[in-house]
T-cell receptor, first 115, second 115 residues
Framework: AQSVTQLDSQVPVFEEAPVELRCNYS??????LFWYVQYPNQGLQLLLK??????LVKGINGFEAEFNKSQTSFHLRKPSVHISDTAEYFC?????????????FGQGTELSVKP | NAGVTQTPKFQVLKTGQSMTLQCAQD?????MYWYRQDPGMGLRLIYY???????DKGEVPNGYNVSRLNKREFSLRLESAAPSQTSVYFC??????????????FGPGTRLTVL
């Protein structure tokens, strides 16, 4: 069975510092990996996704993530964060066996950017 | 182009009452989903519909029913609400029937409290 683990529930960081949000997954087949962001009192929106090809994926708002098959990880990074990046971030996985494109979500990581 | 809309935004119920959460999308998407979000647990899939006229159970279907009324609308019904169903409910849609690797677009959520 698939599962997703986000290793940090909360990440506080100062403005303009780099940040890494960690995500590990388990699956027995080829996977598709996603990062979604949820701003306060809003729905989720897609930051980026990995389907195939280059293991370094670039997304919106300067975020990027690297797919590492051997370590079963898909960590999210940004070299310099802004106050406006304060939000909850969710890693999610799907695979070719998931009828209807069902996503399995991690528990979420709360990113708090301080001035 | 409103995307995914949900009504109501907030609802308070007493134990045993029933209600229907409404969801509509105007993107001509084939697949639609209902999730619940609880603190520290990420999002969990309740039901999904891969195409008009079909519905399938997700990870946590007990206590819920769904109807895919037409291609645009997907409703979630609580027949006899319980305090354990206090949660934030999100509807989402994606373009393709298979959904594998597809981006899901989320509504703003319904915050439900069951007393």
């Amino acid at each position: 069975a698939q599962s997703v683990t986000q290793l940090d529930s909360q990440v506080p960081v100062f403005e303009e510092a780099p940040v890494e949000l960690r995500c590990n997954y388990s699956s027995s087949v080829s996977v598709y990996l996603f990062w979604y962001v949820q701003y306060p009192n809003q729905g989720l929106q897609l930051l980026l996704k990995y389907l195939s090809g280059s293991t370094l994926v670039k997304g919106i708002n300067g975020f990027e993530a690297e797919f590492n098959k051997s370590q079963t990880s898909f960590h999210l990074r940004k070299p310099s964060v802004h106050i406006s990046d304060t939000a909850e971030y969710f890693c999610a996985v799907s695979d070719q066996n998931n009828q209807g494109g069902k996503l399995i979500f991690g528990q979420g990581t709360e990113l708090s950017v301080k001035p | 182009n409103a995307g995914v809309t949900q009504t109501p935004k907030f609802q308070v119920l007493k134990t045993g009452q029933s209600m229907t959460l409404q969801c509509a999308q105007d993107m001509n998407h084939n697949s639609m989903y209902w999730y619940r979000q609880d603190p520290g647990m990420g999002l969990r899939l309740i039901y999904y519909s891969a195409s008009e006229g079909t519905t399938d159970k997700g990870e946590v279907p007990n206590g819920y029913n769904v109807s895919r009324l037409n291609k645009r609308e997907f409703s979630l019904r609580l027949e006899s609400a319980a305090p354990s169903q206090t949660s934030v409910y999100f509807c989402a849609s994606s373009e393709y029937t298979s959904g594998v690797g597809d981006t899901q677009y989320f509504g703003p959520g319904t915050r439900l409290t069951v007393l």
